[in-house]
């Protein structure tokens, strides 16, 4: 009776087992690699995949280099396989400009015979795209993601951020930054030397801004915490443009330096930190 017993179980286990494997996805991951060229004063947009990250550095080649990782899950390979026919990413190029955009479930372009081979249950599989980009030191660059990290540096041109949600890290050299951020954390990092810029306008939902000052940045500036959130300054290089305006937990109008470039920081809940010189490596 014990041996039928010890049978049973087993059988229940590999069962069981078997059960759980089936319901587990399985995984691929897919590299696609691009180039073209693109001189100074080029303007690059970017459109991520919902879920992924983006790395974007400058460098002194005349040339976009697009790195592109795809992560792909599916009940079975042959799944993965309908889904890896129409996800990756398309580019479309004029004189001065490229545009990138993420192609998968969550719009639907490409080869409109390949989507109208694609089962509906293929359509709520998960997928994520993490870009390695090199781009031209002098560039314009518009970049929109959904929820993943940002790393951006080197580039010296109007920089345009949109993402839902995200740990970005952004090392400036010159030229504007505009970002619109849901919610995460930003270091945002500037040059020891004197900042040549025409503005800076970032505003965070919700989560952490950091600001990592260096002694010779001359900038006015505007920081406004809402909805709860806390101004924070950490260093002694910004003075009140007013005096008779002080500095608050929930908003302050500097000076550094000798004041010019504006700088617009909004964050609604969370802390925005003004602080001295750059993050220690």
Not at 1 to 15: E, G, K, Q, S, W
Not at 125 to 148: C, I
Not at 219 to 245: E, W, Y
Request: net charge positive.
């Amino acid at each position: 009776m014990n041996t039928l017993f010890r049978c049973i179980a087993y059988v229940v286990l590999i069962v069981a087992c078997s059960a759980i494997a089936l319901s587990q996805n399985q995984k691929r991951t897919i590299e696609k690699n691009y180039s073209v060229p693109s001189g100074p004063g080029n303007t690059l947009t970017i459109f991520g995949a919902p879920k992924g990250s983006m790395t974007i550095t400058g460098s002194a080649a005349n040339e976009i280099e697009i790195a592109a990782k795809i992560t792909l899950e599916g009940p079975a390979q042959t799944v993965i396989d309908q889904l890896a026919a129409v996800t990756g990413f398309i580019t479309e190029e004029s004189t001065g400009m490229l545009i990138v955009k993420t192609a998968g479930t969550h719009n639907r372009l490409g080869d409109k015979k390949l989507w109208k081979k694609v089962p509906k249950n293929v359509l709520t599989l998960p997928f994520r795209v993490d870009y390695v980009l090199k781009v031209p030191r002098y560039l314009d660059l518009n970049v929109n993601g959904g929820d993943g990290s940002l790393n951006i540096s080197g580039i010296e041109g109007a920089i345009r951020v949109s993402y839902g949600q995200t740990q970005a890290s952004v090392t400036l050299v010159g030229g504007t930054f505009t970002a619109q951020l849901g919610e995460g954390e930003l270091d945002l990092r500037f040059p020891e030397r004197s900042w040549r810029s025409g503005m800076v306008d970032i505003q965070l939902g919700t989560g952490n801004m950091n600001l990592w000052l260096p002694t010779t940045l001359s900038a006015d500036i505007d920081a406004t915490a809402l909805n709860g959130g806390s101004v924070v300054v950490k260093t002694d290089q910004l003075k009140p443009r007013d005096k008779r305006v002080p500095f608050t937990e929930t908003a302050i109008k500097a000076r550094s330096g000798n004041g010019g470039v504006p700088f617009k920081l909004t964050v609604g809940t969370g802390t925005l930190s003004l602080l001295s010189t750059t993050r220690p490596q």
